[in-house]
């Protein structure tokens, strides 16, 4: 419940996370759930992620099925539409 003890926490769960990032998920194929990303505030570090992940899944057949199947958006949410953004012609 401490604030300053929940930021230390986040701090360094945050640089693990960048350590392991850098030194080991190239090197392994690794990817984090998706579930588990954190969207960058970092706009270059936001653009570098969706390259990343544009690299392993089929984001653009994803997007497609997206704009299919939902378009009005219902299933989506703030996390999805900066990850996989899409164009706003449906």
């Not at 419940?1 to 850098?22: N, P």
């Not at 997007?63 to 449906?90: G, M, W, Y």
């Amino acid at each position: 419940m401490d604030a300053r003890q929940r930021k230390d926490i986040t701090d360094e769960f945050f640089h693990y996370r960048h350590l392991t990032q850098t030194k080991l998920w190239d090197n392994y194929s690794a990817y984090e759930h998706w579930a588990k990303i954190e969207v960058p505030k970092n706009k270059e570090e936001l653009i570098a992620l969706q390259a990343r992940l544009k690299k392993r899944f089929p984001v653009d057949a994803y997007n497609k099925a997206r704009r299919e199947l939902d378009p009005n958006r219902i299933l989506s949410n703030n996390k999805l539409e900066k990850l996989f953004p899409q164009s706003e012609t449906i």
